[in-house]
Structures are given as structure tokens and as C-alpha cells.
């Protein structure tokens, strides 16, 4: 695996570009929805690698190695040598087709040599949770991660790049298969939880109407105090832990939108009736820490590092750490050293399983981190 990256500025794109010297299979492009000449970009890039495939998306903050960066693009080309790939679409009309788009999307690139897919999905037209219960289905045995395209903070428009086109309600996702594929995965947060725990007695998808029979929007202002005035933007630091059982391991959910009339609460994930959540709020120092055990998992199973690490982070932990975001991803740095290259982007939801045996989820608030090598 030969790999190079870029960060594009908007004055220097066609001059970084330039210095691509390897023959490209992959484009990965994590595009900020700022960024004005990001269709110039994607049109030279088909032109001149006809045979590559290009996948990306819209963000919250570009990670660039060590950095994080806004209103550029971070570019990496991937050259396989060990192993192939084949990269595959699904569009969806309406968010309830999520989790059969996911089943389609598997089916397309379901193979015996399959080892593991990467997914870039519309942060704002799918409900991430069906999708990957779609993908889940129907594959069960192999390794899924990726993450929800985001629009900075606004929540308004996110936008997947496949190959020459930059659309939404589009889900893209590249498998990776043979034997020659090392792959790594994890997925932690950092955040304390706090209050009392409650169940979830009303809902329907990801709104939440009733936690144990009050009114899910009175009861979560009644615990922000002034921040209940800046719902639903402040909802983004202060997410909820869910417990589907006593044994499960908490998910973290993250508000996209509050409703007066109903006194609902949307979240970027399904809320199931029957769960039991809590109220969550950050630590810096927990944050920071959470980011260095997820690649001390992911990096486990490599003896000399990994080629290439696919950092990605919710856009809630990049408002809570404001200055200090780069920490997060620095600490990254020191647990996997200095031979993989790192790049990413901060998203509306974040795809993997906690764990090697455990499965894929929607996870928010956390930093998911992906390392690949061939052997």
C-alpha cells in the first residue's frame, strides 16, 4: 500500500495536486462544505486518474495528520499492491428507505474474499442506526466502518462525493478484498454521565416523545439550565447514554433537533421504547483520553504500526474541546506512531464496532478510528 496526502487550500489546489507520483486506486476526500472550487477539484481528479475511485464527503473539520483544519479539502491516494476493492452506491428517496438501502448496499458488495467495508453516508437524509442494522443483516461476519458527511454546525445540507458526482440522500461505500488486508477498529468517547437514569416509555425511530412518561423536551431543559435556551445546538454537549440492557454496552446519542409542539426530541440514531437512557456532559481530559485508548485498540493487532489510519470524530466533541480539538487527535499520533498517515473528519455519526467481536454500530460523541495495512 503506497499512499500520499494532501491538504487543498483554495488558492493551491491545482499545484498540491501536481505532486501526486503514485498510481492511484482510492481517493479519499474530506471536503469542507466551504470550500468553493470542490467540484473543480473532483472534475481533475476524474479527468486525470480515470481508472480511481473517488469517495468522500461534506464536514465539521478536516484532519489533515496532526491537524484540524476548516474550508479545505484533506486528499489522500491510496495504491493498492496486495489486495482489490470495489466501490459501490445506493440513493434513497426518503430517510425510511435507510435500512433497506443498507441491505441493497451489501448485496452489491457481498463476496467470499469480502474482509471489510468503509461507508460515507448523507448526514442528514439517513437514519444511520437502520442502515447499518441493513448492512448488519446482511453481513454479519464482516467489518463496517465509516461515518455520517457533515455541514460544520448548521445542520442544513451535508452532501458524499462518488467518483464525478457531489450529491446528497446518497449512500458510498468500497469493500476491501483478500487475505492481504490488516484491518483495526474501535470506537470510545470519554464522557461522564450524570442524573438519574431513565426509560424510555414513548418514541418512534430516533424521536423521543416520553422518558418514564414525561415529556422528553420538559425534562431534558429542566437539567440545562440556560443552555436550554440555545436547543437545539447546545443538545450537542449534552448527549445521551443508551443502555438497551443491563449487560450492553452504553451507545451515545446526539440531538439533531427539538419539537415544542410535541415535546420531542430527534436524534441522530433510533431511540428504542424500552431503553433505558442517561444524560451525559463532557470532560476535556476524558475527551483527550477516550481518542488515545480508541487507537490503542484499533492499533492492537499491527506489530509495526499500521499504513494508514481514517480518523473519524463527532462534531459534539469538536465544539466541547474548541482549541484544544487538535489534542485529540495528537494523542492518536503518539499511540500509533509516526509511520501511518492519518486523515478524517469531524461527522454527524460515526460507524464501527466497539471491539474485534463486537458489532458494527451508530455510535455519536465518539472518536472512531480505522487502521489499514497490507501484509
Known amino acids: 500500500m503506497k499512499i500520499q496526502q494532501i491538504s487543498l487550500a483554495e488558492n493551491n489546489w491545482k499545484e498540491m495536486l501536481s505532486i501526486i ?47 484540524v483544519k476548516d474550508s479545505t479539502i484533506s486528499i489522500t491516494a491510496i495504491q493498492l499492491e496486495k489486495i482489490t476493492y470495489k466501490k459501490e452506491f445506493v440513493k434513497i428517496k426518503a430517510m425510511e428507505d435507510s435500512y433497506k438501502a443498507g441491505q441493497k448496499l451489501a448485496d ?17 437524509n439517513v437514519n444511520g ?44 461505500a468500497i469493500g476491501f478484498y483478500g487475505e492481504g488486508l490488516k484491518i483495526g477498529f474501535s470506537s470510545k468517547g470519554g464522557w461522564d454521565s450524570f442524573g438519574l437514569e431513565r426509560q424510555v416509555t414513548k418514541s418512534s425511530k430516533n424521536q423521543l416523545f416520553e422518558l418514564d ?20 445546538s447546545s443538545g450537542l454537549l449534552f448527549p445521551l447514554s443508551m443502555r438497551i440492557n443491563e449487560n450492553s454496552e452504553p451507545i451515545v446519542r446526539t440531538i439533531l433537533a427539538v419539537d415544542e409542539e410535541t415535546q420531542s426530541l430527534t436524534f441522530a440514531g433510533n431511540i428504542p421504547e424500552g431503553v433505558y437512557v442517561r ?67 469531524y461527522s454527524y455519526g460515526e460507524i464501527a464496532p466497539f471491539g474485534e467481536f463486537s458489532p458494527c454500530e451508530l455510535h455519536n460523541q465518539t472518536m472512531t478510528i480505522t487502521t489499514l495495512s497490507e501484509w
Open 21 to 67: 507520483n503514485i498510481d492511484v486506486d482510492i481517493f479519499l476526500l474530506f471536503v469542507s462544505p466551504q470550500y468553493h472550487n470542490k467540484k473543480e477539484v473532483v472534475n481533475f481528479l476524474n479527468k486525470n486518474y480515470p481508472k480511481a475511485g473517488i469517495m468522500g464527503c461534506s464536514t465539521a473539520g478536516e484532519i489533515s495528520d496532526i491537524t
Open 279 to 345: 444524560l451525559m456532559k463532557a470532560n476535556v481530559d476524558r475527551l483527550i483520553d477516550g481518542a488515545g485508548d480508541s487507537a490503542k485498540l484499533a492499533n492492537k493487532e499491527f506489530k509495526n504500526s499500521s499504513e494508514l489510519a481514517i480518523l473519524i470524530s463527532c462534531v459534539g466533541r469538536r465544539l466541547v474541546l474548541k482549541q484544544l480539538v487538535e489534542e485529540e487527535v495528537e494523542v492518536v499520533r503518539d499511540v500509533l506512531g509516526e509511520k501511518p498517515c492519518v486523515t478524517g473528519f
Open 108 to 124: 452489491k458488495l457481498y463476496s467470499k474474499d469480502l474482509k471489510h467495508v468503509f461507508i460515507l453516508s448523507d448526514g442528514l
Open 213 to 232: 412518561g414525561l415529556p422528553a423536551l420538559k425534562l431534558y431543559k429542566s437539567f440545562l439550565g440556560d443552555q436550554a435556551d440555545n436547543l437545539p
Open 129 to 172: 442506526a437502520d442502515l447499518v442494522s441493513g448492512l448488519k443483516l446482511k453481513l454479519p461476519n464482516i467489518s463496517i466502518t465509516g461515518g455520517l458527511a457533515a455541514d460544520g454546525a448548521e445542520f442544513t445540507k451535508t452532501f458524499v462525493i462518488n467518483d464525478d458526482k457531489i450529491v446528497d440522500k446518497t449512500i458510498v
